[in-house]
């Protein structure tokens, strides 16, 4: 019983005195508070819930309130109220969500990072990424990162199998074959790079792109900056130069 009354929204005391009135009968509300372990005040303040939702009845006899359950069939029209209601939210939830979901996709925020512990987690955003990421590099991030944020999140980007397309600048991978001349990690897994002339393209800081987010930033230690843009329209037109710079850089040269 306690159950049944819990799953139609009635809180502990108030199911204690139902089942009370059920099992013993009709009650003045002494006798209720007795059978039911429920403080008197309490019984007072719970009664008139009980009666509006048409579960008791009350009667005087002899200047006393009598408390009686109503036809079990009040039960039942509860019950049946409570069903039709979950019924028109269930058909309700997916227009809601659906509401929600569009207004995500509107919704435009910026976020901005400051000094190396910033912009690690702008780059560690990126692991969220749910489709292909694409980069514009001017340097290779472990060199300004330390290898164990670096080989974290390599090992991320490699367990989520997440793509990746890089056009870097002419001094890219000068610096990153400098790095592997001393370390040893684990690298990308699904990394593809083409190299653009500087005379061609001037790449003077990074950019990312995936999903419905842009991000620029710079390792420059006199401003160490990073931005996020989350806009679904200026991703897709950062996608467009991006493919663009890829049509003009280089390829590498297949050994």
């Not at 200047?63 to 058909?91: G, K």
Request: proline share 2%; aromatic share 10%.
């Amino acid at each position: 019983m306690r159950k049944l009354l819990s799953s139609l929204g009635f809180d502990s005391d108030a199911s204690k005195l139902y089942e009370a009135a059920w099992n013993h009968g009709s009650q003045t509300i002494s006798e209720l508070a007795r059978t039911s372990g429920v403080e008197r005040t309490k019984v007072y303040r719970l009664l008139p819930l009980l009666k509006e939702r048409g579960l008791i009845e009350i009667d005087s006899e002899y200047s006393r309130d009598i408390i009686r359950i109503a036809p079990p069939e009040a039960l039942q029209e509860l019950l049946a109220q409570r069903q039709t209601a979950l019924q028109s939210a269930q058909l309700s939830l997916p227009a809601l969500i659906a509401q929600r979901t569009e207004r995500q996709l509107d919704a435009s925020r910026v976020n901005v990072y400051r000094g190396a512990s910033g912009l690690k987690q702008l780059l560690w955003n990126e692991t969220r990424a749910t489709g292909e990421i694409l980069c514009v590099l001017q340097e290779p991030m472990q060199s300004s990162t330390n290898q164990e944020f670096f080989e974290r999140w390599v090992t991320k980007c490699n367990e989520k199998e997440l793509h990746m397309r890089g056009v870097v600048g002419s001094g890219f991978s000068g610096s990153r074959d400098k790095w592997y001349e001393t370390h040893v990690n684990e690298r990308l897994a699904h990394w593809q790079e083409r190299t653009i002339d500087n005379e061609v393209f001037s790449v003077d800081h990074n950019m990312v792109i995936y999903d419905d987010t842009v991000a620029y930033f710079t390792w420059n230690h006199k401003d160490m900056f990073g931005v996020e843009i989350h806009q679904a329209a200026v991703a897709q037109t950062q996608r467009q130069f991006f493919e663009l710079l890829w049509r003009a850089a280089d390829a590498p040269v297949k050994s």
